[in-house]
């Protein structure tokens, strides 16, 4: 299967504890994107990556967050100093350059990350 | 800013009934997609259909249709023939210029046999 991935699919750390989230895209698809899920909510938009430059930020992501796409393929997603109300589902999605009707977005199984 | 809307937080339906769902959104864009998602409980999040605001046709996709009226911004999602595997939250969701998806508070959707 060549979907999206994601790693790990569970986290568990105790606050104040630095995490970092991988993706995977689809190998064709140039943009990236990561969104946060909290319970019973539907997703929020962190951030974009188009090949490996960073187009837009969310105001949700705050400055102990950073993401990285270093070589415009798989990127990665780091909470320093995590909070509690960092508990969510973290949810990486990919899609190709926009072509014709080609604009959905296809979406990883996502990490699910538990602050202690 | 766009939003989307749904203000049906569960809905439930018999196997081999017909269920809509329903979906506002609010944008001053003319040119944008529109999204139904489908996020089975613990798996992720797949594409059930799409619609483009410069087409006047309704979108389906086999059992699932939308009915898009885009002066109402309205975007409501018709599964004919619910089947069990059909249970799951419903996400509508609004694709614009800014690239990134809003994505409305979801539908849980119960089947029952």
Known sequence: DTGVSQDPRHKITKRGQNVTFRCDPISEHNRLYWYRQTLGQGPEFLTYFQNEAQLEKSRL???????????????????QRTEQGDSAMYLCASSPPPAGDSYEQYFGPGT???VT | AQT???SQP???VQEAETVTLSCTYDTSES???LFWYKQ???RQMILVIRQEAYKQQNATENRFSVNFQKAAKSFSLKISDSQLGDAAMYFCAYGGATNKLIFGTGTLLAVQP
């Open chain 1, 61 to 79: 992501l705050s400055d102990r967050f950073s993401a990285e796409r270093p070589k415009g393929s798989f990127s990665t997603l780091e909470i």
């Open chain 2, 31 to 33: 040119d944008y997609y």
């Open chain 2, 4 to 6: 989307v809307t749904q």
């Open chain 2, 40 to 42: 089975p409980p613990s």
């Open chain 2, 10 to 12: 569960e809905m439930s």
């Open chain 1, 112 to 114: 699910r990350l538990t």
